[in-house]
């Protein structure tokens, strides 16, 4: 911290500095906030998790009134509370330049979240704004919901976790109506029910702007989903919603499941841990068959079971074009049909080869062994070669696999998923194709086949 500081206050040409629960006192934001006042590099501040008060938030909120670098300013899982918020908004109505703040975990209360909004009215150039865990309530909801009805630059904001309710769901409600800059929209762990989904449906059936939607944990249930539904048929905005830890059972998962039949715009869908069982697995197994936008899906926590698993993989390898995610964990599904999914999906990215061999295994059963490579939403290109119904103690069968790709393999970086479960990630390609071509009866090494 002591190193951090004396080089900013020598004025290195530094972009950022990231103290983050480094024990940073007053003194040392003083001291930090003199340096912003002529530096000219610096564009992100990171002080998290320093149990700074309102008078650190006072030091910071001068040095942001002249400061004409800084676009990220960091300050949650502080205590800067109502007055240090007053400090901040202050300086927000003069800056010019900070593009990202978080004040999450400040306790600053509906009092602080009303500066906060006061400051947005005048602000133009503030886009990502995270409160989460402050507090704020409904009479904080309805703070920012008059921030957003003046603001126009704004496009995320994170109000997780603000014991907001109904009443300031219908707030926040109004507000989407009349915007039209907010794109991505954070109400998770708020414990509003189907009433505040409802509302917040309501906007969302007539907003044109907000594409991401987050309402995870409030106790949503099947009729807030299909009060949701209803909205994603009239919208074509909206791309993503999280809807994990709600409890929308079997019925919300066919209400939603209906949606994706249709010309549904979404592209992300995450149902985590929501007491969906193999009945409303089914339902969202038949979407998937016609379905061409979603390309994330998430069901991890909700015992779909073996059959309605095996309709999973089946829709996805016989029909589905478009998902390329598919997060499962703790379904219930079978490990083949796991990979099964995970094959299409695979295949779903639009990969830069697909290998498909039958294999005859001992005792006359055939499988099926197929190889993917594709490019990881990283960019990175990975291949994953798995298998059905084939050896789980022999790897012998891939050799016609590879025999004929030695040299686009050997300088690609693979990944075997074995038929029981085993994963073997980021094997060398040279190694692993060494260890297929060597023939297990006389330990020769095999050499590819001509072509």
């Known amino acids: 911290t002591e190193d951090a500081l004396c080089a900013l206050a020598a004025g290195s040409d530094a972009t950022e500095l990231r103290l983050k629960v480094k024990g940073c006192d007053d003194e040392d934001v003083a001291l930090i906030c003199v340096a912003l006042q002529s530096h000219a590099t610096l564009t992100t501040l990171n002080l998290q998790g320093n149990k700074l008060g309102a008078s650190a938030a006072h030091f910071i909120a001068g040095a942001l009134k002249v400061n004409a670098s800084l676009t990220t300013l960091e300050l949650q899982l502080n205590d800067i509370g109502s007055e240090g918020s007053r400090s901040i908004s202050e300086a927000l109505t003069v800056n010019v330049c900070l593009e990202t703040l978080n004040l999450g975990s400040n306790s600053i209360g509906p009092a602080g979240g009303g500066c906060i909004a006061e400051a947005l009215k005048a602000n133009a150039t503030v886009t990502s704004l ?13 703070f920012m919901s008059e921030a957003l009805k003046a603001n126009a630059a704004l496009t995320v904001l994170k109000l997780e976790k603000n014991a907001i309710g109904a009443a300031g769901c219908g707030y926040i ?21 189907d009433e505040g989904a409802g509302l917040v449906a309501e906007a969302v059936t007539v907003s044109t702007s907000l ?14 989903a299909g009060l949701l539904s209803d909205a994603l048929r009239a919208n074509s905005a909206l791309t993503s919603l999280f809807l994990n830890y709600n409890k929308l059972q079997d019925a919300g998962a066919g209400l939603l499941a209906d949606v994706l039949k249709g010309d549904s715009a979404l592209t992300t869908l995450e149902l985590a841990h929501n007491e969906i069982g193999p009945s409303g697995a089914r339902l969202l197994a038949c979407a998937l068959e016609s379905n061409a936008t979603l390309s994330r899906l998430a069901l991890d926590q909700n015992w779909v079971g073996r059959e309605a698993g095996g309709l999973l ?18 379904t219930g599904i079978s490990v083949p049909d796991q990979q099964s999914i995970a094959i299409a999906a695979g295949r779903n990215r639009k990969p830069l080869l697909v290998l498909t061999v039958d294999c005859q295994q001992q005792g006359g059963s055939s499988g099926l062994l197929m190889m993917v490579i594709c490019r990881s939403p990283s960019g990175e290109e990975r291949a994953t070669v798995t298998g059905m119904c084939c050896s789980t103690t022999r790897i012998s069968e891939l050799r016609p696999l590879v025999e004929s790709q030695t040299v686009s393999l050997q300088s690609r970086r693979l990944q075997l998923v074995l038929p029981d479960g085993r994963l073997w990630e980021e094997l060398d390609g040279s190694a692993l194709l060494e260890e297929l071509l060597l023939d297990p009866t006389d330990g020769a090494e095999k050499k590819p086949q001509e072509a």
Request: contains cysteine.
């Open 130 to 142: 995270d409160l989460h865990r402050n507090g704020l309530g409904d009479e904080g909801a309805r």
């Open 173 to 193: 409600a109004q507000a989407l109506i009349a915007n039209t800059t907010l794109t991505s929209l954070e109400l998770q762990w708020n414990g509003f029910g």
């Open 211 to 224: 594409a991401s939607l987050n309402l995870s944990g409030n106790g949503v249930g099947p009729a807030g």
């Open 313 to 330: 993989a089946e829709a996805m390898i016989l029909c589905n074009q478009s998902l390329t995610e598919v997060s499962l964990g703790d």
